[in-house]
């Protein structure tokens, strides 16, 4: 019967990061074969007033790093928004990686009836209760950009399926 | 500490598909302002060979209500693959979230350490520990293709936000 906070974030966290780092090494192989600039993804969008490809690795990583730290009860560390190649977004999921790995599962799972507070765009916040918050918020934004990034990444023409989004989970396939 | 299977599941589900039942009217009513065949926003997809529309809506429904009846011990409702219109969408997603708060909460509590088997393709069989299948196979799989009819609808489009995605969230805006 365990279920529990730290369970339903950092993990699932750490797998979906670790599966759009994937994506990205196909998105820069397929970049490189076809001598494609290597700004070209990166400043990629599905509409023009969605965000490009980095700016959905940007606020994927933030929503892990910032959603975990929150209800762990501490700062998270900042990143400067400055990525512009895809080595450069791959570094910042390798670090947001090695951040929420440092995280006290046990002070994530004291959370769920504790309020969160959040900015909510430049000049709002939001509140939430812990599990709220994680379920309801966090969880779904979180997929929301990493689903986003893949999207591009496939609609460029980079030949990823399902299972390059949803990475190394723990399944057995008979 | 509250934190539970069935908190992680139905809840976020239903929030969900009503947020994406919500995208759909806005989808419906941009139609027809523009007086854009009925058949076309449902045939719509990001790339050739990526679902439709109508695909993802399907897709979305049947990982909830099949994702929640396997962790409750259920046999979910079939529901044939007929959609050809918005309306028709709608009325499935609202037959899914009336099915899911049929389920019984105690049950998908207990099912943390059951294995779940599913079928994977047309031929293989997928099996995961009940925690692991609802929090690294169906959530992320549900929201991608919940992300997936938003991103589709907005491609088209359709004046729709962040918020028409996350639904009606428990939040307090200050």
Known sequence: MSFSMSQASVPAFVIGLNALSGVLDKAEAFAAAKKIDP??????????????????????????????????????????????????????????????????????????????????????????KGDDYLNHFVLPNFYFHLTAAYAIVRHCGVDIGKRDFLGAIPLTMT
């Open 39 to 128: 700004a070209v993804l990166p400043n990629t969008r599905l509409a023009p007033d969605m965000f490009s490809l980095t700016r959905q690795v940007q606020v994927a990583t933030d929503l892990a790093k910032k959603g975990a730290a929150r209800l762990a009860g501490g700062e998270p560390p900042v990143f400067e928004d400055t990525e512009t190649t895809i080595e450069q977004l791959k570094a910042r999921i390798a670090k947001t990686v090695t951040y929420l790995k440092t995280l006290d599962a046990k002070a994530i799972d004291a959370s769920a009836e504790r309020e969160i507070t959040f900015p909510l765009g430049p000049t709002n916040k939001g509140h939430m």
